[in-house]
């Protein structure tokens, strides 16, 4: 265990290291580099998928993102926020999704009880709109039969895992090449007084530490008082809305003022916890145990909802002029949930988008329920 923990803390530390000697690695991107390191171990070494080992494995990258998130929001410029480009991205996130997963209804349906495949339909709008916790009421609200719903949750543990490799190789290129260039350039450090900045210093930029984790502990506390179906929205929305409130600390501007042209430790530390997480998740793929057998026409189903939404969000986010990383932020915040998205933020190197993803994904948990039984009732006979 101490070895198996020590590999799992050690590398990600060991990749950022060595992305500042060698150039490489930052183009390639620590994260796809830290992905393949931990498939490649998953699956050439047996012993690395004892119960032990993953159970531990698993409990870290659930620990990650609640940390990742106040620690990153804490060194965001929150007074760049815009609300019309958040809409901009929702409609285009939102209106891909609807209409790709109602036009494959119609697709992929074939010989299949339309009612039941109706009931697919909604799940999967829940899903790719909202998240999980979606997931769960619709299929309880439109009575699916549990091997549908099994086949569902096993599918698209596969097809957005594979989704979030192609996000981590090849996600910043094409969207900055479909796309307008992003708008925020991520270098910018605004001081809130013209002022020049004060040398950074390790004492001025410790307190922000203490206040992310403050903020994480009590907002996991705070979100096991709802019912478990909405634990993991609220567990999101406190988080948010605690860390955009320590903005305004004196202690955590002066971190944030001192950083000058480097970015703040809390940045730093929560960018170690999101590649950490990404680490935990691909040494948990053991593609040998990989069951694609059952209903292979849902496989295909979710395959053609997740590509063809992207698909249509990028010619959506074109015709509204929205900028490749925004899109991007968005596709995923819908696809895999807002806790990947400070991955995607760091991916981009751009940690003002952590507030415009995770505030689409939180109205889409909102919305996910109301949209998926919407659709039931307009497709099943």
């Avoid at 183009?27 to 993953?54: C, D, E, F, H, R």
């Avoid at 990404?278 to 026409?297: E, K, P, V």
Wanted: proline letters at 7%; a positive charge.
């Amino acid at each position: 265990m101490f070895l198996y923990l020590l590999y799992l803390f050690a590398t990600p530390a060991l990749v950022m290291l060595l992305a500042r000697k060698w150039t490489w690695i930052d183009k390639v991107s620590p994260m796809a580099l830290l992905y393949i390191i931990g498939l490649l171990v998953a699956n050439l070494t047996p012993w690395i998928q004892q119960p032990g080992l993953l159970a531990a494995n698993n409990l870290i990258g659930n620990i990650c993102i609640p940390l990742s998130i106040p620690l990153m929001l804490l060194a965001c410029n929150l007074s760049g926020w815009s609300t019309g480009k958040a809409l901009k991205a929702g409609l285009c996130g939102f209106t891909a999704v609807v209409i790709v997963t109602v036009a494959g209804f119609f697709l992929f349906r074939g010989n299949s009880d339309p009612r039941q495949f109706a009931q697919v339909c909604a799940v999967a709008i829940g899903i790719y709109t909202g998240g999980i916790p979606n997931m769960g009421a619709i299929a309880r609200g439109v009575g699916m039969d549990p091997d549908t719903y099994l086949y569902i949750t096993s599918y698209d543990l596969i097809v957005t895992g594979l989704y979030l490799v192609f996000v981590i190789c090849f996600g910043k290129p094409l969207f900055r090449r479909l796309l307008p260039s992003r708008l925020t350039p991520v270098t910018a450090a605004p001081a809130a007084t013209p002022q020049q900045p004060a040398p950074w210093s390790l004492k001025a930029q410790l307190p922000a530490l203490p206040v992310a984790l403050a903020i994480a502990v009590a907002s996991y506390l705070l979100s096991t008082l709802f019912p478990e179906n909405l634990s993991t929205p609220m567990l999101i929305l406190i988080l948010t809305t605690l860390s955009i409130a320590a903005t305004f600390l004196p202690l955590i501007r002066r971190a944030n003022n001192n950083a000058g042209s480097r970015q703040p430790l809390s940045f730093s530390v929560g960018l170690y916890c999101v590649y950490l997480f990404c680490f935990t998740i691909a040494n948990a793929c053991d593609i040998r145990q990989m069951n694609l057998a059952g209903s292979l026409g849902i496989l295909w189903y979710i395959l053609f909802i997740i590509f063809g939404s992207l698909l249509l969000q990028i010619l959506f986010s074109r015709l509204l002029h929205l900028d490749g990383d925004s899109a991007l932020v968005t596709s995923v915040a819908l696809i895999n949930s807002p806790p990947f998205v400070p991955l995607v933020a760091a991916l981009l190197k751009n940690k003002d988008l952590i507030m415009l993803g995770i505030t689409i994904g939180l109205f889409g948990y909102l919305i996910g329920n109301y949209l998926g039984l919407a659709v039931f009732f307009l497709l099943a006979p």
